[in-house]
Structure formats: C-alpha cells, structure tokens
C-alpha cells in the first residue's frame, strides 16, 4: 500500500493549465487531471473510435464541473461525486476542476498517445 500525491504522478500532458499527470498502480495507472474551464476535449479525441474515449474510468470528482459528451447523452459531473465513465465519452469543463480517476494502463496509454498527437 502506498499514499500517491498529485505531484508525485509524472506529468503525462500539459497545456497552460491543463494537467494530465498519470503513473502505475498495479495492472492500471492513476491520472489526477487539472482541468481549466472551457476545456473541450472533443477536438483532441476526433480520429478515436466514434470520436470518443475509448478507455474506462473510475474515480473521484475533487473540485469543480465537468460535462461528460456520449453518444447516449450527456451527464454533468460534480466536486464530492465518485464516477465510473464508461468507453465513449468526452470531457469538457464547465468550471475549473480537478478529478482523479483509475483507468486499465494498455487503453489508457493508446488515449494519451493519440492526445499527444502520434497514434493510438
């Protein structure tokens, strides 16, 4: 067992203040992610299938609100609300926020990659 601080995670994507820091927990990785208001993420994902994440997460809403885009619909997001988000959705921030979430490592590395810009 150990105790992950936000500034212990590498940083995985940084924009201003976007941050996407991410390390491994066991066979999954933990992501704290900064998210600053009016970041869409639906751009950085088109070229994925269906335009969406394709990557499960789990976790926990820290600070703020988030928008979640699915096919299906979309939901808000809010600080104190755990989360499980299902493959095929995209986040974008109402307000400032911050969350951590616990994703399988092989699908989230392919999400990060294609972010990044190379391929997933």
């Given at each position: 067992?150990?105790?992950?601080?936000?500034?212990?995670?590498?940083?995985?994507?940084?924009?201003g203040?976007?941050?996407?820091?991410?390390?491994?927990?066991?066979?999954?990785?933990?992501?704290?992610?900064?998210?600053?208001?009016?970041?869409?993420?639906?751009?950085?994902?088109?070229?994925?299938?269906?335009?969406?994440?394709?990557?499960?997460?789990?976790?926990?809403?820290?600070?703020?609100?988030?928008?979640?885009?699915?096919?299906?619909?979309?939901?808000?997001?809010?600080?104190?609300?755990?989360?499980?988000?299902?493959?095929?959705?995209?986040?974008e921030?109402?307000?400032?926020?911050?969350?951590?979430?616990?994703?399988?490592?092989?699908?989230?590395?392919?999400?990060?990659?294609?972010?990044?810009?190379?391929?997933?």
């Amino acid at each position: 067992m150990r105790v992950i601080d936000r500034t212990d995670l590498p940083m995985a994507i940084q924009d201003g203040e976007l941050e996407f820091r991410a390390g491994p927990a066991g066979e999954n990785t933990v992501a704290w992610v900064r998210l600053p208001a009016g970041t869409d993420l639906r751009p950085g994902l088109a070229g994925l299938p269906g335009d969406l994440c394709p990557c499960p997460h789990w976790g926990y809403m820290i600070s703020g609100r988030l928008l979640m885009h699915t096919k299906d619909g979309d939901s808000t997001y809010e600080a104190g609300q755990a989360f499980y988000w299902a493959p095929g959705h995209a986040p974008e921030a109402l307000e400032d926020c911050e969350y951590l979430d616990v994703s399988p490592t092989a699908e989230l590395d392919a999400v990060v990659r294609h972010l990044q810009g190379g391929s997933a």
